[in-house]
């Protein structure tokens, strides 16, 4: 794909955690076009067709999902038409119009049962409808033939919107004692750090003054992009609660953390006991990596406060 001045890159899923940040860490590269629900109907095909087709982007970003986990096991078909489906629409129109394709995908495209980190060569087998409906979506990028980047993220948080920091911030006001599972693995991962990465790949992949620029064709391809080390969801609380809200005023009581295995709080959705990625495939590329998970988390704490 040739780099011109004039570029529009449209972005789907502006108001989600990574959307919201892409919105801006992508701006240097060109107009960008954020896309909503009223712009582009992801659970129909004409409607992503028609949006594309209208705008002509140079470049597609799709952060979009269907995110609710366990909702999906009950609404297969919705989850399925927006991870599963959309995706290989827009990549099949970025072909058509010349373009390149971003996509966002999951740990959850893996059972967990894994000793050690997973790697992008590793078979997926995904346990849940999300999951599965995510695995889908990769699967139709990378058939529909368009230059395309997917990078698999996890345990994403943020400042904003719903998401795991924020709920244990604000259980912390209300209640005594939180029972937090202790028996599945990851790595945190902010989304302004997933956002400043894929925007830093992507000026790679579009710098024409670049000394050996990356085009993107010649780096299509899967990638696992999140945080470095791994912690379980109670240590993650641990590292949370270890800074204290300024907003609550007086003197704080910490709740009491309570380790539990995830037989002690069952959902819907079955999770994977191992969620951490190698992101070894990501450095060897483009030559980044993300910080440790705790060190990006103070980050983003001392911002959010």
Same mark, same amino acid.
């Given at each position: 794909?040739?780099?011109?001045?004039?570029?529009?890159?449209?972005?789907?899923?502006?108001?989600?955690?990574?959307?919201?940040?892409?919105?801006?860490?992508?701006?240097?590269?060109?107009?960008?076009?954020?896309?909503?629900?009223?712009?582009?109907?992801?659970?129909?095909?004409?409607?992503?067709?028609?949006?594309?087709?209208?705008?002509?982007?140079?470049?597609?970003?799709?952060?979009?999902?269907?995110?609710?986990?366990?909702?999906?096991?009950?609404?297969?078909?919705?989850?399925?038409?927006?991870?599963?489906?959309?995706?290989?629409?827009?990549?099949?129109?970025?072909?058509?119009?010349?373009?390149?394709?971003?996509?966002?995908?999951?740990?959850?495209?893996?059972?967990?049962?894994?000793?050690?980190?997973?790697?992008?060569?590793?078979? /997926?087998? $995904?346990?849940?409808?999300?999951?599965? +409906?995510? *695995?889908?979506?990769?699967?139709?990028? !990378?058939?529909? %033939?368009?230059?395309?980047?997917?990078?698999?993220?996890?345990?994403?948080?943020?400042?904003?919107?719903?998401?795991?920091?924020?709920?244990?911030?604000?259980?912390?006001?209300?209640?005594?004692?939180?029972?937090?599972?202790?028996?599945?693995?990851?790595?945190?991962?902010?989304?302004?750090?997933?956002?400043?990465?894929?925007?830093?790949?992507?000026?790679?992949?579009?710098?024409?003054?670049?000394?050996?620029?990356?085009?993107?064709?010649?780096?299509?391809?899967?990638?696992?992009?999140?945080?470095?080390?791994?912690?379980?969801?109670?240590?993650?609380?641990?590292?949370?609660?270890?800074?204290?809200?300024?907003?609550?005023?007086?003197?704080?009581?910490?709740?009491?953390?309570?380790?539990?295995?995830?037989?002690?709080? /069952?959902? $819907?959705?079955?999770?994977?006991?191992? +969620?951490? *990625?190698?992101?070894?495939?990501?450095? !060897?590329?483009? %030559?980044?990596?993300?910080?440790?998970?705790?060190?990006?988390?103070?980050?983003?704490?001392?911002?959010?406060?």
């Amino acid at each position: 794909m040739t780099p011109k001045s004039g570029r529009k890159v449209l972005l789907t899923g502006k108001n989600g955690q990574v959307g919201w940040e892409l919105q801006r860490t992508l701006a240097p590269l060109g107009e960008v076009i954020a896309a909503d629900r009223r712009t582009m109907d992801l659970s129909d095909p004409d409607s992503i067709r028609s949006a594309i087709r209208g705008i002509k982007p140079d470049l597609i970003v799709n952060a979009a999902a269907y995110t609710a986990v366990d909702q999906a096991e009950s609404e297969p078909e919705p989850a399925m038409a927006i991870n599963g489906m959309a995706p290989g629409i827009m990549a099949e129109e970025a072909k058509r119009l010349g373009a390149a394709i971003v996509h966002f995908s999951t740990d959850y495209v893996f059972d967990g049962a894994k000793q050690g980190p997973y790697t992008e060569q590793d078979p /997926p087998n $995904p346990m849940g409808v999300y999951g599965k +409906s995510k *695995l889908a979506g990769e699967q139709a990028v !990378q058939q529909a %033939g368009a230059p395309h980047i997917i990078f698999r993220t996890s345990w994403v948080y943020g400042a904003r919107g719903k998401n795991f920091l924020l709920t244990i911030r604000r259980l912390a006001k209300e209640r005594n004692r939180l029972k937090i599972v202790d028996d599945q693995i990851g790595a945190p991962t902010w989304c302004r750090m997933i956002a400043e990465a894929s925007a830093q790949i992507l000026a790679q992949a579009f710098a024409p003054m670049t000394p050996d620029p990356l085009p993107i064709a010649e780096v299509s391809g899967l990638y696992h992009l999140t945080c470095a080390g791994q912690t379980s969801w109670y240590g993650f609380a641990q590292a949370i609660l270890a800074r204290p809200q300024p907003a609550v005023s007086g003197p704080q009581a910490i709740p009491e953390l309570l380790p539990i295995p995830t037989s002690e709080y /069952p959902l $819907p959705a079955k999770r994977p006991a191992n +969620s951490v *990625l190698s992101n070894a495939k990501l450095r !060897q590329t483009f %030559g980044l990596a993300l910080p440790e998970w705790d060190k990006a988390l103070a980050l983003c704490l001392g911002e959010a406060d």
